[in-house]
C-alpha cells in the first residue's frame, strides 16, 4: 500500500554514492533512479531510462527527467520529496505540512543569489552549461519581461503537492530544461512568474536557506 508522501532521488554516472537515510520516517516511501547496483535497504531502486540525445551533460540531463516530472510518474502520492543525491530528508515531511500549512512547492532558498539572470551568467562564465544555450534563455526571458530579483531556489530539495497546478508547472519547466539550459534554477522561478501571471499562481513556501535550514542536510556523499 503506498504511502501520502515518496521521498525521490536520483544518482547516474557516479556523481554520489547512494547510501541509505540516517532517519527512515514510516510517512514515507523511498525510491531511487540508479544506473548501477548498490547495497541499500531501504531505497526501492529503479533503473534509468537513457532519454538524452544531448552528449553534454546527459547524466545531469537524465536525472531532471524524475526530478522535474515526478508527479505524472508517481501521480499515486499526496507529496513528493526531492532531494539530490547528496542530500537527506531530517525532518519527517508530515510534520513540515502540520506547521506551514497547505502549499503547492516547499523549497530552499538560494544561499548566494536572489535572481535568474544573475544565476545564467554565472552558470554561462564557469562553464557549468552551453552558453549559447543559456544566452538564449536570458534573451527570451528579457524580452517576456521577466522581471530581475524575482527570487531564486536552491533546486536540490523540495517537496511537491500532487495536483494539476503542480503538474502543469513541471511540463512547463520541462520545456524550458529541454530547450535552454539544464540547470533547472535557471528557468524556475520564470516558469513560477509565467503562471502567475496567466491566472495559475503557485503557491511556495521557502523553508529556509541551503545548509542552514533544518528540513534537509547534506551527507557528505558526492564523488564527483
Same mark, same amino acid.
Given at each position: 500500500?503506498?504511502?501520502?508522501?515518496?521521498?525521490?532521488?536520483?544518482?547516474?554516472?557516479?556523481?554520489?554514492?547512494?547510501?541509505?537515510?540516517?532517519?527512515?520516517?514510516?510517512?514515507?516511501?523511498? /525510491? $531511487?533512479?540508479?544506473?548501477?547496483?548498490?547495497?541499500?535497504? =531501504?531505497?526501492?531502486? *529503479?533503473? !534509468? +531510462? @537513457?532519454?538524452?540525445?544531448?552528449?553534454?551533460?546527459?547524466?545531469?540531463?537524465?536525472?531532471?527527467?524524475?526530478?522535474?516530472?515526478?508527479?505524472?510518474?508517481?501521480?499515486?502520492?499526496?507529496?513528493?520529496?526531492?532531494?539530490?543525491?547528496?542530500?537527506?530528508?531530517?525532518?519527517?515531511?508530515?510534520?513540515?505540512?502540520?506547521?506551514?500549512?497547505?502549499?503547492?512547492?516547499?523549497?530552499?532558498?538560494?544561499?548566494?543569489?536572489?535572481?535568474?539572470?544573475?544565476?545564467?551568467?554565472? /552558470? $554561462?562564465?564557469?562553464?557549468?552549461?552551453?552558453?549559447?544555450? =543559456?544566452?538564449?534563455? *536570458?534573451? !527570451? +526571458? @528579457?524580452?517576456?519581461?521577466?522581471?530581475?530579483?524575482?527570487?531564486?531556489?536552491?533546486?536540490?530539495?523540495?517537496?511537491?503537492?500532487?495536483?494539476?497546478?503542480?503538474?502543469?508547472?513541471?511540463?512547463?519547466?520541462?520545456?524550458?530544461?529541454?530547450?535552454?539550459?539544464?540547470?533547472?534554477?535557471?528557468?524556475?522561478?520564470?516558469?513560477?512568474?509565467?503562471?502567475?501571471?496567466?491566472?495559475?499562481?503557485?503557491?511556495?513556501?521557502?523553508?529556509?536557506?541551503?545548509?542552514?535550514?533544518?528540513?534537509?542536510?547534506?551527507?557528505?556523499?558526492?564523488?564527483?
Amino acid at each position: 500500500m503506498k504511502k501520502d508522501f515518496l521521498v525521490l532521488t536520483c544518482t547516474l554516472g557516479g556523481k554520489d554514492k547512494l547510501t541509505d537515510p540516517s532517519i527512515v520516517f514510516d510517512s514515507c516511501d523511498y /525510491i $531511487a533512479i540508479v544506473d548501477q547496483p548498490y547495497d541499500t535497504t =531501504v531505497w526501492n531502486l *529503479y533503473s !534509468y +531510462y @537513457n532519454f538524452s540525445s544531448i552528449d553534454n551533460f546527459t547524466h545531469r540531463r537524465n536525472a531532471k527527467l524524475y526530478k522535474v516530472l515526478s508527479t505524472i510518474l508517481f501521480p499515486d502520492y499526496k507529496y513528493i520529496i526531492w532531494h539530490d543525491g547528496n542530500y537527506e530528508l531530517n525532518v519527517d515531511p508530515k510534520d513540515i505540512i502540520e506547521k506551514y500549512g497547505e502549499h503547492d512547492f516547499y523549497t530552499i532558498q538560494h544561499p548566494i543569489r536572489n535572481c535568474s539572470y544573475e544565476e545564467m551568467q554565472v /552558470i $554561462a562564465n564557469s562553464g557549468r552549461d552551453n552558453p549559447k544555450l =543559456v544566452e538564449s534563455q *536570458y534573451n !527570451y +526571458y @528579457n524580452q517576456q519581461n521577466f522581471p530581475k530579483q524575482f527570487g531564486l531556489y536552491a533546486m536540490g530539495n523540495s517537496i511537491k503537492c500532487v495536483n494539476v497546478k503542480i503538474t502543469t508547472l513541471e511540463l512547463k519547466w520541462w520545456e524550458h530544461i529541454t530547450k535552454y539550459s539544464s540547470r533547472d534554477q535557471c528557468s524556475f522561478m520564470y516558469c513560477v512568474w509565467d503562471m502567475q501571471r496567466n491566472n495559475m499562481p503557485i503557491n511556495i513556501k521557502n523553508l529556509g536557506i541551503l545548509d542552514k535550514n533544518i528540513y534537509f542536510k547534506s551527507k557528505g556523499t558526492r564523488l564527483i
